[in-house]
């Protein structure tokens, strides 16, 4: 390649990449999100960080050229001090988050929400034979191409399975960090027919006690997209 051209070429590549990055971004004062996690826009998003004591941002890629990283200033607070709560009970495991807004927020294809600043997708634990497997964690996004039967065990190798205690404390953590901070949880959606497993789950009795709104019915394909990931969408009180 011309000596000019190769030059232009990694100019170009630099430039998108540090407009894009959320590597050079610096989080300041608070957001704002307008509209709703349907149509709306996110103004002065916080970006999450990559990596923190027990949690992990599921996709390098993600993070660092598509930057669906961010989410409201109250809300990282949220998502970070659950995170905290969570290592009380599961001190060796680290969780996954996976996309949640772009940095102004807006469209996220193929995502019909996240666009608030207020969605979030979390990654499913999962275990085999009662231990923690976390091969499946490291696979970036084609973690969201994962497939899980009704009862929560992976296709084509069914020892693996979701680990429906931890989601559901998780789902509980979040609620009550939210409420503290005068948010709650809006809705959480997750493949419908994986309601009875984590509600039969150890914090399922507490969990349908809660409340927390579980969406009912979902369109065939967003349905069947849900069994690899919990998505919350996050809303004032
Ligand atoms: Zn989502």
């Not at 610096?26 to 103004?43: A, D, F, P, Q, Y």
């Not at 949220?78 to 009380?88: A, G, K, P, T």
């Not at 020892?159 to 809006?186: C, N, P």
């Amino acid at each position: 390649m011309n000596r000019k051209i190769r030059l232009l070429f990694l100019t170009i590549s630099f430039g998108i990449f540090f407009s894009c990055s959320p590597s050079v971004y610096k989080n300041h004062g608070e957001s704002r999100s307008e509209g709703t996690v349907g149509n709306g826009r996110l103004i002065n998003g916080y970006k999450m960080p990559f990596r923190g004591g027990n949690f992990k941002y599921f996709s390098f890629t993600d993070y660092y050229l598509f930057g669906r990283c961010y989410l409201h200033s109250t809300l990282q607070k949220i998502v970070l001090e659950s995170y905290r709560d969570m290592s009380m009970y599961y001190p060796d495991y680290r969780f996954r988050i996976m996309e949640c807004s772009k940095r102004k927020g807006g469209r996220a294809i193929p995502h019909r929400t996240h666009q608030n600043g207020t969605s979030i997708d979390f990654m499913m634990p999962l275990k085999k034979a009662d231990k923690v497997i976390s091969r499946y964690d490291r696979i970036g996004m084609w973690r969201y191409l994962m497939k899980f039967d009704h009862e929560g065990k992976k296709r084509f190798n069914k020892q693996i399975e979701i680990d429906f205690d931890k989601m559901a404390l998780h789902i509980l953590t979040l609620e009550k960090v939210s409420r503290k901070y005068g948010w709650m949880i809006a809705k959480v959606i997750l493949e419908t027919n994986l309601k009875d497993e984590i509600f039969a789950s150890r914090y399922g009795k507490e969990l349908r006690k809660s409340g927390i709104y579980f969406v009912r019915n979902l369109p065939k394909l967003i349905n069947e997209a849900h069994d690899d990931h919990y998505h919350v969408d996050f809303v004032p009180v």
